[in-house]
């Protein structure tokens, strides 16, 4: 079951919290609904239970908070909006690469695509998905981990109705099976036809907090609608009339011209109006809701009488005699969703489905209202079909991380076509320099002009980097996973191994192109090998890696690919400038001898000239850009640990 206890959101500057002190369960084996209107908070108290959003108060998950469940995917299963992957990537990558991220075997994949309907459109990119199989495919992400509870926010947002009936018969079947289900509507209707505890919410604050029957008994009422420019006097004139004849009348002024009258009929209000002279806009029968914000009317602002009149039901009212029936009509609700079935018979159909498809559970409370219907018995098991739990969970791994950082980085084009581009653009460079002439054979075939701060292998290889933290960001299944979230040093890790092979390869590839291009073009003089290849190719490669290394740290830090970019080209274009101006004004000595004072100062022999590679390593370091790629590199990854510890200790 879910505990939330005093759910309050951060304050706003000159307003008030989008959430205040939001306190209620929702139990195990039960659907809960929050309801309430755009912008009542819904959103807000979800992303507070998730810790995705700072604020107070506590949610308890089975008596555990969030964070300190060792694998939050599998307990909560999460859909907030529209599934935010990557529009290029698949149906079947993108929950490959959950699957990777949350730890079971990638045949689960497979096995919720047939459950929510998918397998035929597992290649189908995210981009091209519609409103309906988006939600499907949601729902799917939020049950690959095998949850114990799903949070679901506005699921049936947008579906159609069979879309919306399919929905909520999975929903059903996962609480049939023991789980907890907390969603969010705007719609009373849908809260009391598929809910069994439904939570209302007004402008941040709990309005109330019942059982699906008692709501719709409260809320959901047959009414006759009025509009009328004399709306308080004939409230007034109907409110008489039920006092004089004893009926158990209720009329609510929903906003200026707006009356709802509950216990009586077209024929009774038309009538009363007719005698009294009152001009009507509109006299219609509706089903619906009584509204948070509705002003109930016992000849207010006329005798100043209580707010809310309900005379004994001694006696009928003029128009309704032929109903023999000694029970208030508003505690029946089939018969409230019998006059809604007279109105729109389309939404009544599928209504009809749904309860039907809920009927017959005893762990449960019935919908609050149902129809006798039923689907065929394959259809049921179609729209009740859960996948299979997990039996065996693998053990947790240290390479999980590495696992899923190589689907989500080879899950799109967005890497391979980068790299194309820098291996062109590398090539037309080299070309453009060999032509010119007076470059240095080294920058030749690195396509480094002098005049560009970075050659584009760096900066394609930066670009990379940045791009490594676009999914945790922006997907709630992941940040909802403590093992996968950016703040995690595993993940950082995972992610800094990546972008380093990345970046190799693209360096080694850009290498050997502009040299092919070049021996094509010019013949073998301009293609010839430097003779201090090794201290160059280390120096290339040091270059290119530190640049990825930089993007993947800055995009942590700032969570943004911009940011990352930014931090690349700093490096050349501030950072060396700041080393170039402090090493001129101190005295720098040589790193010549390195390897003597090394072996004088630990006294020992460095096994296979390991001596030689230090000292290398140390002059390579010691130019300029060197030395302002790694004060970059110590910064990102300083302020990455900084704001780590701060994370962990909020």
């Known amino acids: 079951m879910i505990q939330a206890v005093g759910l309050t959101s951060n304050p706003r500057k000159a307003l008030p919290p989008a959430v205040d002190d939001v306190s ?183 309005v109330a907090d019942q059982d699906a029957a008692d709501f719709a008994r409260t809320r959901l009422r047959p009414r006759v609608a009025v509009r009328s420019p004399h709306a308080a006097r004939l409230a007034a004139l109907l409110t008489k009339e039920a006092r004089t004849a004893h009926c158990s009348v209720e009329v609510v002024q929903e906003d200026g011209n707006r009356l709802s009258v509950y216990g009586s009929t077209c024929a009774h209000v038309g009538e009363a109006a007719f005698r009294h002279g009152i001009l009507i806009h509109q006299l219609a029968d509706e089903t619906g809701d009584m509204g948070s914000d509705a002003v109930v009317m016992a000849a207010v602002g006329v005798v100043g009488a209580e707010a809310r009149v309900e005379a004994s039901a001694t006696a009928d009212c003029t128009e309704s005699d032929t109903d023999t029936d000694t029970d208030d009509p508003f505690d029946n609700l089939a018969e409230a969703e019998a006059e809604a079935e007279a109105e729109a018979e389309t939404e009544v159909d599928s209504e009809a489905e749904v309860e039907a498809e809920v009927e017959g559970t005893d762990t449960t409370p019935p919908a609050p209202a149902q129809s006798p219907p039923l689907p065929s018995p394959r259809a049921a098991d ?143 003089e301009f293609a010839k090998v430097p003779g201090d290849w090794l201290a160059l190719t280390a120096s290339w490669f040091g270059l290119v890696v530190g640049c990825a290394w930089a993007g993947v740290l800055a995009a942590g830090v700032f969570r943004s690919t911009t940011a990352g970019l930014a931090a690349v080209l700093a490096v050349p274009v501030a950072v060396v400038p700041l080393v170039q101006a402090a090493a001129g004004n101190t005295s720098v000595r040589t790193a010549a001898g390195l390897s003597v004072r090394l072996r004088e100062v630990l006294l020992v022999q460095w096994p296979f000239g390991g001596e030689r590679y230090l000292s290398a390593a140390v002059r390579l370091v010691a130019q300029p850009v060197g030395w302002a790629l790694a004060l970059s590199l110590t910064t990102l990854l300083c302020a990455y640990l900084f704001t780590t510890l701060r994370s962990r200790v909020r």
């Open 382 to 524: 179609a729209l009740s079909a859960l996948p299979p739990p997990i039996s065996v969970r693998s053990a947790p791994s240290p390479l999980r991380p590495l696992r899923y950082e190589l689907r989500r980085a080879a899950g799109i084009s967005t890497g391979f076509l980068t790299g194309a581009a820098v291996l062109v653009v590398s090539a037309l460079t080299a070309v453009l320099l060999a032509r010119v002439g007076h470059t240095p054979q080294a920058r030749l075939l690195a396509a480094w002009p002098a005049q560009l701060p970075l050659p584009p292998a760096a900066l394609g290889a930066g670009l990379l980097g940045a791009l490594a933290f676009g999914d945790e960001f922006r997907h709630p299944a992941l940040a909802a996973d403590r093992g996968t979230v950016p703040r995690r040093l595993g993940m950082l890790t995972a992610k800094l191994v990546v972008a380093a092979f990345t970046a190799l390869l693209l360096a080694f590839l850009t290498m050997g192109c502009n040299a092919e291009v070049l021996y094509l073009l010019y013949g073998r």
């Open 24 to 206: 209620f369960e929702a139990r195990a084996g039960r659907v809960t609904v929050l309801l309430g209107a755009p912008g009542a908070g819904k959103t807000t108290v979800l992303r507070l239970m998730l810790e995705l959003q700072q604020g107070r108060g506590l949610t308890y998950f089975r008596g555990r908070p969030l964070h300190r469940i060792a694998h939050p995917s599998r307990e909560v299963g999460v859909l907030l909006g529209d599934v935010p992957g990557h529009p290029s990537r698949t149906v079947r990558g993108h929950l490959r690469m959950l699957c990777a991220a949350t730890g079971v075997p990638v045949r689960r994949a497979d096995e919720v695509l047939e459950v929510v309907g998918l397998v035929s459109l597992r290649d189908e990119r995210l981009g091209t998905l519609s409103r309906g199989m988006d939600r499907r495919l949601g729902l799917a992400c939020a049950l690959l981990a095998d949850p114990h509870t799903l949070v679901l926010d506005a699921p049936a947002d947008g579906l159609s109705s069979r879309e919306n009936r399919w929905l909520h018969g999975m929903l059903r079947a996962h609480a049939d099976q023991g789980g907890t289900v907390l969603t969010t509507t705007t719609d009373p209707k849908e809260a009391a036809r598929t809910a069994d505890q439904v939570v209302t919410l007004k402008e941040g604050r709990l």
